[in-house]
């Protein structure tokens, strides 16, 4: 490695000369690239140290990159691409025509209709969209086809250039079992377990009997915590077991299982690997990926904070084994379980870029998509082990439409504002922006907020900020949920296990529906009593007493709302609050509020109203001059869909008496299955619903006529 060249790959902003002169952010970690090459993220040069590269055969250039995915990590690949010379190729689904990923590619191609399996997942398209623009390589991004060995398989085919391992190593490593088989071959620690080819539900059961409880029932095939369950007795393993066998089979096709012995409360940490075809493999630090919500990652961080530099240096030669034992090609992930006692055992392997990145990249300063197509090309590795430094600590959140309080739904909508904060050390890769739908066709994610400090309390309080100061109007978020996490003070504390959300965040306030309180209900009173009049001067007229009637989405509130010049009077019961307006326009109120000037940012969409101010944000309809419309409560009969999704399972038939909290289907949404239950008891009138059906939110699934349920008769 020494006497060769390497692609050198800098992120500027990493650089601490450089973070400490920039005070503006870094918006997706782009900067305009009218403002000339050295604004970048990337700048490239061939360091001192490294001599020209003699071995031109061993490598390609590539010249055309077609990135074969949307959202936000289609816009991330294809800037760096663009960076480095490449022109790209976007490709999207009919309900993708405006995303924004194809906007920023030099070709766009549409490959079909907005489901996944006719577009993204339609590898012939994708190929052919390849040869129609004369792309020479693509990047699968993550998720999709990323790590689909058949995929791989038919790009080298065609003759074209997948940026991502060989066919053999996704295979491999797609495989639960056999990876694990593989790993304890390799030396690498595994969880101990059962790994039967293809394991019969009756051969599962024995097994479970001599690993002992808890215990953990894998999908062989999965990943992201679909086909995983956790089970603490005998009695639920067997209902277990053809639950994570649907979700399995569901997710991918496949419903082979695995057990392993349940580690508790452990720290989910993963390493970084990145190999060449020329046998080199290095690790990149870890990443804390311990905070999570029903096996999916909430909060990403980098270093560890409860990695050793020992224990480190131990898990990454452990990960570069696990990468050399499957003949490993480019970036990979290696995750592993760590115990109280700091045991690690292996998990699994990702063969592609993971969402969180972004971490390892801030802490590193290196871009790992330009190392992707550094070894796609051929070429070394651009460092070797004793190069790659750990410059401070970087902590990522994913923001996604979904509604904490109603069981974390995903939300559909318009997106009227979308606003990231400015500040030093931050970074955003999003794939949307204002005036967007958030669309029922694909996850929900809306951005990944990433901040960057020299420690981790300066990284900290720079994401508290960062997501207390991004404006997000027209859908509900997680915004406030992430921002308690990071406050949290288990998790300043560094002791954030998988356990910690289920333990410290089960009664958060952050998951109970909000409240807008006198003070939010003046400030929402104040936008709508003046609205854009504001703009000119305030009136000197007496004052004026004002009925006003708001919907907060939990309830209907009356208030009196009292103006004179410049002065707010908002009475709701008992309570009152007062203010003084300085100004109101373009989307920002300045108030005076016992003695203190602040600020609240609204957005008006009609009768609706979006506010956002102290860190927390909150919406209203006027119905002031509406008339009151009735509407169906809780004990209705009326069973709707809880969220879009796909019904995979109708449990019920007219004429069958159900009684409240019996399940009557499964709505598969978010990768997760979802049990739609009757809201009191009754018999069934109408089933208007089906296996295999698509529906929307709020969507009638089955009536209930309400009533007694008669007795049923009890299970021979």
């Known amino acids: 490695m020494a006497g060769v060249k390497r692609t050198w790959v800098r992120q500027a902003f990493m650089k601490r000369s450089f973070m400490r002169s920039r005070t503006t952010a870094i918006y997706d970690c782009w900067p305009d690239p009218a403002r000339g090459a050295r604004s970048g993220f990337l700048e490239t040069s061939v360091p001192p140290h490294s001599r020209p590269h003699t071995e031109q055969e061993t490598s390609t250039m590539l010249k055309k990159l077609l990135i074969a995915n949307r959202g936000e990590i289609a816009v991330r690949v294809i800037r760096t691409a663009k960076a480095l010379g ?66 791989s398989n038919a790009c080298k085919e065609a003759g074209i250039v997948f940026v991502g391992p060989p066919a053999g190593a996704i295979e491999l490593m797609g495989s639960k079992r056999r990876s694990k088989i593989a790993m304890q071959k390799a030396g690498v620690p595994v969880v101990p377990g059962y790994e039967g080819d293809n394991a019969s539900d009756n051969e599962l059961i024995a097994a479970a009997a001599d690993i002992g409880y808890p215990l953990m029932i894998k999908a062989s095939a999965g990943g992201g915590g679909r086909g995983m369950r956790l089970v603490n007795d005998e ?84 990960a570069v084994k696990a ?37 390892t990249e801030l802490i590193t300063g290196q871009d790992l998509v330009a190392w992707q197509l550094t070894v796609a090309e051929g070429l070394p590795l651009p460092l070797v082990q004793d190069e790659i430094k750990l410059n401070g600590h ?48 694909y ?31 027209g859908v509900t978020t997680n915004r406030h949920f992430l921002s308690r996490i990071i406050t949290d003070s288990t998790f300043g504390a560094g002791e954030a296990t998988t356990a910690f959300l289920q333990q410290a965040f089960s009664e958060d306030q952050s998951l109970q529906p909000a409240k807008p309180r006198i003070r939010q209900l003046a400030l929402a009173a104040c936008v709508l009593a ?59 109120l300045c108030t005076i509020d016992k003695g203190i000037r602040q600020r ?27 008339p009151a419309a009735g509407t169906n409560g809780p004990g209705s009969g009326r069973i709707q869909a809880s969220m879009d999704g796909a019904i995979i399972d109708v449990q019920v038939e007219p004429g069958q008496a159900v009684r409240q909290g019996d399940t009557l289907v499964i709505l598969e949404a978010m990768k997760m299955e979802h049990p739609v239950k009757a809201d009191c008891d009754g018999v069934v009138g109408e089933v208007l619903t089906n296996k295999g059906s ?17 007795e049923q008769e009890s299970e021979k």
């Not at 997942?121 to 129609?132: C, F, S, T, W």
């Not at 792309?135 to 995929?151: K, M, R, T, V």
């Not at 951005?447 to 300066?458: C, H, L, P, S, T």
């Open 323 to 359: 990468a050399l034992a499957c003949d490993y090609e480019g970036a990979g992930t290696v995750e592993f379980l760590v115990d109280k006692d700091r045991n690690f055992y292996f998990l699994e392997m990702n063969t592609r870029l993971q969402v969180e990145h972004p971490v």
């Open 530 to 588: 003046h609205g854009n009049a504001s703009k000119q001067a305030w009136s000197n007229a007496p004052a004026t007493n004002t009925p006003m009637k708001l919907d907060t989405g939990d309830e209907t509130v009356e208030l009196l709302v009292q103006s004179s010049g410049n002065k707010l009077s908002c009475r709701f019961g008992d309570e009152c609050h007062e203010m003084v307006v300085t100004s109101m326009q373009n989307g920002v």
């Open 394 to 441: 970087a902590i990522e959140v994913r923001l996604y439409a979904e509604d904490p309080s109603n069981g974390f739904t995903p939300q559909t909508g318009p997106l009227h504002v979308f606003q990231p904060a400015e500040g030093e050390g931050l970074r955003y890769d999003t794939g949307v922006r204002s005036g967007d739908e958030v669309t029922p066709h």
């Open 86 to 151: 490449y022109r790209t190729v976007a490709v999207y689904s009919e309900a993708d025509a405006n995303a924004m990923h194809t906007e920023l590619a030099d070709e766009a191609v549409c490959i079909g209709p907005a489901q996944v399996s006719a577009s993204y997942l339609n590898a012939d398209a994708i190929l052919d969209a390849a040869r129609k623009t004369g792309a020479d390589c693509i990047h699968p991004g993550y998720g999709f086809l990323s790590e689909n060995a058949g995929f």
């Open 235 to 318: 009695s639920e393993l067997a209902d277990n077991i053809k639950r994570a066998r649907s979700e399995s089979k569901q997710a991918f096709g496949d419903d082979e299982l695995i057990l392993e012995r349940a580690v508790i409360e452990p720290r989910h940490v993963e390493i970084q690997v990145f190999a060449d075809r020329h046998g080199n493999a290095v690790y990149l630090g870890e990443r804390d990926c311990s905070v999570q919500r029903r096996h999916q990652k909430v909060v990403e961080e980098a270093p560890s904070p409860f990695v050793t530099p020992e224990l480190r240096a131990v898990m990454g030669e452990a």
């Open 443 to 473: 996850d929900p994610m809306l951005a990944k907020v990433i901040a960057w400090g020299e420690n981790r309390n300066q990284a900290r309080r720079r994401l508290i900020r960062a997501l207390e100061d991004t404006f997000v109007f």
């Open 694 to 710: 698509q529906v929307k939110r709020s969507q009638l699934l089955v009536e209930i006529t309400i009533g007694e349920a008669p």
């Open 600 to 626: 609240c940012q609204y957005h008006r969409s009609g009768d609706s109203l979006y506010l956002q101010a102290f860190g927390e944000s909150w919406s209203v309809t006027d119905l002031t001059h509406q």
